[in-house]
């Protein structure tokens, strides 16, 4: 499973709120719900993601295992 966890460190790091994300990005609140959620993003939006942050996808996001 990807989870969107570290996006919200990053981004408390760089001082930047969903707002000012969404308007540097050109992603709509419900693409911000949907990550929010950890549900499925294209990769286009990851892309503009890291631009927008100038980071790298695993400060972003991460896979965890759901193994039983």
């Not at 929010?36 to 695993?58: G, H, R, S, V």
Request: proline letters at 0%.
């Amino acid at each position: 499973m990807i989870v969107f966890d570290k996006l919200w460190l990053t981004m408390e790091k760089k001082g930047m709120s969903t707002y000012v994300l969404r308007e540097k990005c050109g992603i709509d609140s419900k693409t911000v719900r949907r990550l929010k959620a950890n549900e499925n993003i294209e990769t286009k939006t990851l892309d503009k993601l890291c631009e927008a942050l100038d980071c790298k996808l695993e400060d972003i996001a991460e896979y965890i295992s759901v193994k039983e």
